[in-house]
């Protein structure tokens, strides 16, 4: 029910605080601490290599978690595109672990994956929200996003509830390996949840930049670099799917290799800037499209934050920063697809789930 809500996805953006908290409490052991079923673990740590299969924001969720579980496992990771991988498999190590990620747990698409990964014998698990989906059925482990069912076809709480989770599991394993000594992310998670919650709260200011930036644009671009770059992709993504603007997201320091003759006077470039090692050179970037009369935003981290700045989101640990980072650029696609009158919740030739490869 949406009740009073104009549309789901706005409900669905509102509710990810509850989602990142009931997170937190369904996995918790009886002592307060995380925890994931031990089978997972095991075949993590056995595994030399894991390979995230995904389509659409359950890939931009997977290149997230490649970060996360790289940083606090140690285990190299794949993220693949499902239609790709499927036909175009890449060589294998000897000992990999599949995980799938997927809201709806029906993609075709990353189901044909599994059907070939289970006829090799390999070990997979799944991360979705609906229990006793295909995939969750077909692959031998599966983890839950306890979101809530998600009605608008523009993904917004399955995202941060997949990375959410990745998270958690990342840590886990990361203290099962003794990688790491004591965890922070029952801690920063909820710390997260205030975040999301302080963003959403403030919508009225994003609803006047969408007016201001995105009213009259044929053409939009959102840059970033490392984590920041991820929730580019995914910004694009959903600012394209639903307000119809072609949107790119793109490597900041890469667009000077060609894509920033694309940038005209008033072009909306958006920057996100919550990577300190990486900040100057993104706002270096985000100059060079303005000289080129960019009409540029930035979405920046409180530390990082310089006067000026658009929107400045509260300070969290920077692994979870795309958590937070990708709020502010839901609710741009969100008002920006409202005040274009679109239909929000269902977007045109889109499905919610896609059942055909
Ligand atoms: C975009 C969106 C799609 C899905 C994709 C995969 O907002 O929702 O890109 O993420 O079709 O769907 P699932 O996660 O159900 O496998």
């Given at each position: 029910e949406k009740g009073t809500y104009p549309y789901y996805m706005l409900k669905e953006i509102d509710e990810q605080p509850a989602v990142m908290r009931k997170l937190l409490l369904k996995y918790q052991d009886e002592n307060g601490k995380l925890t994931v079923d031990q089978e997972i673990v095991d075949t993590m740590l056995e595994s030399d290599r894991i390979y995230i299969i995904a389509a659409g924001t359950s890939y931009h969720a997977g290149l997230v978690g490649k970060q996360l579980i790289e940083s606090m496992t140690h285990i190299p990771t794949e993220v693949h595109v499902s239609s790709e991988f499927g036909y175009h498999t890449p060589l294998l190590s000897e000992k990999p672990f599949f995980i799938f990620i997927s809201q709806s747990g029906e993609t075709a698409d990353s189901r044909q994956v599994l059907v070939k990964t289970n006829a090799l014998g390999h070990p997979s698990l799944t991360v979705t929200n609906v229990s006793g989906s295909t995939l969750s059925r077909e692959s031998n482990f599966t983890l839950l996003l306890n979101a809530g069912p998600e009605i608008a076809v523009a993904?917004?709480?399955?995202?941060?509830?997949?990375?959410?989770v990745l998270a958690i599991l990342s840590e886990?394993?990361?203290i099962s390996k003794g990688l790491i000594k004591k965890g922070t992310m029952l801690h920063d998670i909820g710390i997260v949840a205030n975040a999301m919650q302080a963003i959403v709260d403030d919508k009225e200011k994003i609803e006047e930049l969408a007016a201001d930036y995105?009213?009259?644009?044929?053409?939009?671009?959102y840059i970033g670099r490392g984590m920041d770059y991820h929730v580019a992709l995914e910004a694009a993504l959903k600012l394209k799917e639903i307000s119809y603007i072609q949107t790119e997201g793109f490597a900041a320091g890469e667009l000077k290799h060609g894509t920033i003759a694309l940038i005209e006077e008033g072009t909306p470039v958006i920057a996100l800037v919550t990577e300190k090692g990486v900040a100057g050179h993104t706002r270096g970037n985000l100059q060079e499209t303005q000289a080129r009369g960019a009409h540029t935003m930035v979405i920046s981290m409180d530390g990082l934050n310089r006067p000026g700045d658009q929107i400045v989101i509260p300070h969290v640990n920077p692994l979870l920063s795309a958590l937070v980072s990708v709020i502010p650029t839901q609710?741009?696609?969100y008002y920006c697809s409202l005040h274009r009158g679109n239909d929000?919740?269902?977007?045109?030739?889109?499905?919610?789930s896609v059942t055909v490869e």
């Open positions: 993904s917004t709480k399955a995202y941060t509830a997949q990375i959410a886990v394993v990361g995105l009213s009259i644009s044929r053409n939009a671009f609710l741009l696609s929000v919740d269902k977007p045109r030739n889109l499905a919610k």
